[in-house]
């Protein structure tokens, strides 16, 4: 399934984009899409311990290209996944290019290895605040940015999406590529991104969620690695956005895009499971052969979503 024509969704969505009535995954009391709350400051603990080892970034150097550790917009179903999830890059760029230049400051949530902030410094000149939960991830984009002469662009930060630590009002973009998944508190931590977020500005993101119609116990296994109980949906999301006041809101689908990037990543780990073995433990090699044909499948499927949504600020 090769860079599958973009659907949009208004933000009165009334069906998918499989053209089927919503059946919400999320329970009536879980209906803004986020997971049922328990402490964040544990499930923030769960997720820097996953990230924060030599397999993790061995693997994501050996195989996703060690610099956009996001899915891809594929051209064609074969196409280096480094490749396409760079496109993805400045695709979601593409969305706020309008506010971006040497004036402004995107703060770039879950930056990971800072693929996303270097592009953006690049490409606009702008500043970037680029925040993320592991220290380990933090160093090695502090040493990537100083090598190829941004460290005066991008300011590389240690906090969590629920507790940022910065005033009202003051981002142009705040953006974020796959990482609220990995967060318990979703509705809180848009509430946050908004709340930063200078009048006028755009909030730009994607994320891994399934369609309202997919039955929760079709997709468990998958999600239970990521600690998530309830996936988002596009629905909640669009839902929540609105709730939080803003306006042109919007979501590019691209779910046929998540289908090819699973596929590929499969693909890639059996054809080179010898020479990953070389850099990855035996373990967690066995983990990713047994995890990855999970998401393939149910991406394949058409259970999974995925695509950009961005959506302005009021202006003052």
């Known amino acids: 399934m090769a860079h599958s024509r973009p ?24 209906a803004t899409g986020s997971a049922p709350r328990h402490d964040d400051a544990t499930h923030d603990d769960t997720t820097r311990d996953y990230y924060d080892t030599g397999d993790v970034d061995a693997f994501y150097d050996a195989v996703w290209g060690g610099e956009d550790i996001h899915v891809g917009l594929y051209s064609h179903p074969h196409e280096a996944i480094a490749a396409a999830s760079h496109r993805t890059v400045e695709h979601a760029a593409d969305k706020a290019a309008d506010l971006l230049g040497p004036h402004a400051t995107v703060l770039d949530l879950g930056s990971g290895y800072g693929g996303s902030a270097r592009a953006l410094a690049t490409r606009f000149g702008c500043r970037v605040v680029a925040l993320d939960l592991s220290e380990e991830h933090n160093r090695r984009q502090r040493a990537t940015n100083a090598r190829r002469g941004l460290d005066g662009l991008i300011e590389v930060v240690t906090g969590s999406l629920n507790d940022l630590p910065y005033e009202a009002e003051r981002f142009d973009v705040v953006w974020s590529l796959e990482v609220l998944c990995h967060v318990a508190d979703r509705e809180g931590a848009l509430g946050e991104a908004v709340r930063v977020l200078k009048p ?19 997709v468990r296994p998958a999600f239970s690695r990521l600690g998530v109980e309830t996936p988002a949906t596009p629905t909640s999301y669009l839902r929540r956005l609105t709730e939080l006041g803003l306006e042109d809101v919007d979501f590019e689908d691209r779910s046929g895009d998540i289908a090819t990037h699973y596929a590929r990543l499969d693909e890639e780990v059996r054809r080179r ?22 998401w393939a499948d149910i991406a394949r499927r058409g259970l999974l979503r995925w695509g950009v949504f961005h959506a302005r600020r009021p202006a003052a």
């Open 273 to 294: 499971s010898a020479e990953l073995r070389d850099v990855i433990s035996p373990a967690y090699l066995d983990e990713l052969r047994t995890n990855l044909p999970l």
């Open 200 to 218: 006028g500005g755009a909030l730009v993101f994607s994320d891994i969620m399934v369609g309202e119609e997919t039955p929760a116990e079709a």
């Open 7 to 30: 659907n949009r969704y208004a933000v009165r969505i009334t069906r998918t984009s499989a053209g089927n009535p919503p059946t919400m995954i999320n329970t009536p009391e879980n």
